[in-house]
C-alpha cells in the first residue's frame, strides 16, 4: 500500500464548476501538506502548502486537512480551462531542510470551455 | 539564474549506455533534491544535497545510479548501464532553505531504448 493514494482520474468539468481534488495518507506522522500543480512537460508548481489540520484560501484555491482522517482536498472554485493539468498533493513529516516529499501520483484535471 | 534549469530537456539512449542529467538550482538556494517521475505515477525521491554534501541518498533505486554536486550549485545525476525501467522524467528542485517550497525544474524526459 502506498503511503498516499491519489484517484488519478481523469477528472473532466466546465468551466465555471467547482473541482474537489483529495488525497489520502497512512502516515500519521505527516505534518505538513502541500498540493503542486503540474502542466504538460513542465515541472511541478506549488500551489498551497498547509500546516496540520484546518483550512487555507488562496484566491480561487481552498486547501483542506483532516488530520483525524488522513485527509485532504483541494477545491478550485470558479475553474478556468487554464487550470487544466495534473494536480499532484505531497506531504512531509518535518519542516527541516532536509525534508523530502511523498508524492502521491497525481490526478489530471480538464476544464471544458 | 531566474529558475532551476535542467538539460538536455530530452535525451535518448540506447540500452547499457551511461547518461548524465544536468541541475542547475535557482543561485543560493543550498538544498537540492532530485526526484524521478515515471508515466502515471507521482514523484519518487531520489538524493538530497545540502550544499556539496548528500545527507540522504535513500531513493537511489541502485549502484548504478550516482549524484555529485559541486561549488554548492551544479548537480549532475548520472546513470550508468541504463535499463529501459529507468525511462522516465528526472526532476531536480531546489530550496533556500527551512520554510521554503520547492523550486523544480522542467525535467529531462530520459527513454532507454
Known amino acids: 500500500q502506498k503511503e498516499v493514494e491519489q484517484d488519478p482520474g481523469p477528472l473532466s468539468v466546465p468551466e465555471g464548476a467547482i473541482v474537489s481534488l483529495n488525497c489520502t495518507y497512512s502516515?500519521?506522522?505527516?505534518?505538513?501538506f502541500m498540493w503542486y500543480r503540474q502542466y504538460s512537460r513542465k515541472g511541478p508548481e506549488l500551489l498551497m502548502y498547509?500546516?496540520?489540520?484546518g483550512n487555507k484560501e488562496d484566491g480561487r484555491f481552498t486547501a483542506q486537512v483532516d488530520k483525524s482522517s488522513k485527509y485532504i482536498s483541494l477545491f478550485i472554485r470558479d475553474s478556468q480551462p487554464s487550470d487544466s493539468a495534473t494536480y499532484l498533493c505531497?506531504?512531509?513529516?518535518?519542516?527541516?531542510?532536509?525534508?523530502?516529499?511523498?508524492f502521491g501520483s497525481g490526478t489530471q484535471l480538464t476544464v471544458l470551455p | 539564474g531566474a529558475g532551476v534549469s535542467q538539460s538536455p530537456s530530452n535525451k535518448v539512449t540506447e540500452k547499457g549506455k551511461d547518461v548524465e542529467l544536468r541541475c542547475d538550482p535557482i543561485?543560493?538556494?543550498?538544498?537540492l533534491y532530485w526526484y524521478r517521475q515515471s508515466l502515471g505515477q507521482g514523484l519518487e525521491f531520489l538524493i538530497y544535497?545540502?550544499?556539496?554534501?548528500?545527507?540522504?541518498k535513500s531513493g537511489l533505486p541502485s549502484d548504478r545510479f550516482s549524484a555529485e554536486r559541486t561549488g554548492g550549485s551544479v548537480s549532475t545525476l548520472t546513470i550508468q548501464r541504463t535499463q529501459q525501467e529507468d525511462s522516465a522524467v528526472y526532476l531536480c528542485?531546489?530550496?533556500?532553505?527551512?520554510?521554503?517550497?520547492?523550486?523544480f525544474g522542467s525535467g529531462t524526459r530520459l527513454t532507454v531504448v
Open positions: 528542485a531546489s530550496r533556500l532553505g527551512a520554510g521554503g517550497g520547492y523550486t
Open positions: 502516515n500519521s506522522a505527516f505534518q505538513y
Open positions: 498547509t500546516y496540520s489540520s
Open positions: 505531497a506531504m512531509t513529516a518535518t519542516s527541516g531542510s532536509a525534508r523530502q516529499l511523498t
Open positions: 543561485s543560493g538556494h543550498t538544498a
Open positions: 544535497f545540502q550544499g556539496n554534501s548528500a545527507p540522504d
